[in-house]
């Protein structure tokens, strides 16, 4: 099993910039990709970002290609969200999650193995 700490969530203005921060503990094999999901009210959890386990290779949702930034530090199991130009649609709460083993440009539902219990993230108009 994987344990998940998140921290960065909160409340932040249209515009404003926010960063989510999410370590990984436990089993989870020797390489892994991390990314983030995000789920808001009323609609179907989507991909926001991924990043390989080198940090080499980084995916994104076309929604935030350009004000989203996904980087990881493995000394520290940890991966970073970088949040830029927030809009109010990108209010959700944001998943964690962790990929052992499917292909790491593939960022579907199901090729997650492991999720976190998710942060609050709120843009304010």
């Known amino acids: 099993q994987v344990q998940f700490l998140e921290s960065g969530g909160g409340l932040v203005q249209a515009g404003g910039s926010l960063r989510l921060s999410c370590t990984a503990s436990?089993?989870?094999?020797?390489?892994?990709?991390m990314g983030w999901f995000r789920q808001a009210p009323g609609k179907e959890r989507e991909f926001v970002c991924g990043i390989s386990w080198s940090g080499g290779s980084t995916y994104y949702a076309d929604s935030v290609k350009g004000r989203f930034t996904i980087s990881r530090d493995n000394g520290k199991n940890t991966v970073y969200l970088q949040m830029n130009s927030a809009k109010p649609e990108d209010t959700a709460v944001y998943y964690c999650v962790v990929k052992a083993f499917s292909p790491p440009e593939v960022w579907t539902l199901s090729s997650v193995d492991y999720w976190g219990q998710g942060t609050q993230v709120t843009v304010s108009s």
């Open positions: 436990g089993r989870a094999g020797s390489t892994y990709a």
